[in-house]
């Protein structure tokens, strides 16, 4: 059983940093796998949204555009491990963020569809003051 989770979140006022991390924990052949993440997040009131992900394989990335030029996920080499910096946040980004993940030797798709994703975290909360 592979698991996710993610830590990093709190509160932080508008304008403030914050960097959240997924931790892959289960079987290596997995874990070690080249495979889709991506982060998601989730206000009341609102769906689910992709927010950025990465193949771990070739460390492309792709972005949601309200947060391009804010959110980064860095592209190294790390397969265990998948961060993502936010920069210049705004209440509006206040939401559970969540990390999910394809199946190991999956390649991401050209967009975030939460229904492609097999493996999901329990959640970190991310609460943006104004």
């Known amino acids: 059983q592979v698991q996710l989770v993610e830590s990093g979140g709190g509160s932080v006022q508008a304008g403030g940093s914050l960097r959240l991390s997924c931790a892959a924990i289960?079987?290596?052949?997995?874990?070690?796998?080249?495979?889709?993440v991506a982060w998601f997040r989730q206000s009341p009131g609102k769906e689910r949204e992709g927010v950025a992900q990465?193949?771990?394989?070739?460390?492309?990335?792709l972005y949601a555009d309200y947060v391009k030029g804010r959110f980064t996920i860095p592209r190294n080499n790390a397969k265990t491990t998948v961060y993502l910096e936010m920069n210049s946040l705004d209440p509006e980004d206040t939401a559970m963020y969540y990390c999910?993940?394809?199946?190991?030797?999956?390649?991401?798709?050209?967009?975030?569809?939460?229904?492609?994703?097999?493996?999901w975290g329990q959640g970190t909360q991310v609460t943006v003051s104004p």
């Open positions: 999910a993940a394809r199946g190991g030797g999956t390649r991401c798709r050209v967009s975030m569809d939460e229904t492609d994703f097999g493996y």
């Open positions: 289960g079987a290596a052949e997995y874990t070690y796998m080249s495979r889709c």
């Open positions: 990465i193949y771990t394989g070739d460390r492309s990335t």
